[in-house]
């Protein structure tokens, strides 16, 4: 099994780096006052914001590896798996990391508005290039969060400063992403983002226990497109095929359930799959190992 670090709370990625422990909700790492740390591949339990100047060249994202450019954002929520798996090797980084619990937005407008956050999600394969002006304001802003944190007892009002600059800090991040869209092909963004909020509602309202993987001509359907032109489009939009897409999606959740402690046979029945063996099939099919040999048995 790979070497994976799970981010359950803010906290864990601030310890595998020997940060500061600052808030039991809320972690800000400052890179350049670290020595050089290592490697991980992170199964995130906490939202996240990767503030950097530079990254290594090849990150995994889900199923892909994910483009990097310099001085940009890597956002990451509950649920995605994301890094590079520890080799041992240790780098220098520069830039700010900031960690929070979905406890900490609980009860907020901000709880309400993340999901509408798109560059949180998987289909988003880019990481947001910030202007000079952008790194400037965002890593200001992250620094005063973290005076805030030094200087003062964890307090409702002082988490209600901390979510200000939160807030803020997205709503940046928001322009950045919107900005991308708009310079690429707006088209298939919209049909990928679709196609993965449509992926998304499928398993969380469970249909797959009544009625198994979402079939590609199901997908079309709810999308209002031929199966054919449909699969054209993701083709277009992916380079792969759209069951290649949703073998994809469905593997993904398979590792988390996996991850979080489920043996195979039950993250087997959580996804729908009526055999074991058909779903340890497509997961050798998908990663090139079985479920067993992910897991280290």
Known sequence: MKKILKVDSPNDYARFVDAPVLHPLLSIIHYDELPPVRHSLNNYGVYGLFIQR???????????????????????EPGQIGGLEDNGERISLSGWVLLWSPELLHGTDLERKIDHY??????????????????????????????????????????????????????YCNRIYLRQLSEEDKGSNDLLKRFHDLLQTYFRENRQLAHGLPSVAYCASELAYS????????????????????????????????????????????????????FTRLFKKVTGITPSEFLGK
């Open 227 to 278: 199966s054919h032109y449909f699969g054209d489009l993701v083709h277009k939009a992916t380079g792969g095929t759209a069951i290649g897409y949703i073998h994809n999606y469905v593997i993904n959740q398979a590792k988390s359930l996996l991850m979080n402690g489920h043996n195979i046979s039950e993250a087997s029945r959580l996804l729908g799959f009526d055999f074991p063996h058909h």
């Open 118 to 171: 798109q560059f949180f999600s998987y289909f988003f394969t880019d990481s947001l290039r910030m202007e000079p002006d952008e790194w400037l304001c965002i890593t200001q802003l992250t620094a005063q969060m973290r005076q805030e944190l030094t200087g003062h007892e964890d307090s409702p009002s002082l988490r209600s400063i901390l979510l200000g600059y939160l807030r803020l800090i997205l709503e």
């Open 54 to 76: 530079q990254f290594p060249k090849i990150l995994s994202y889900g199923m892909k590896t994910l483009q990097v450019s310099d001085a940009s954002i890597i956002a990451v």
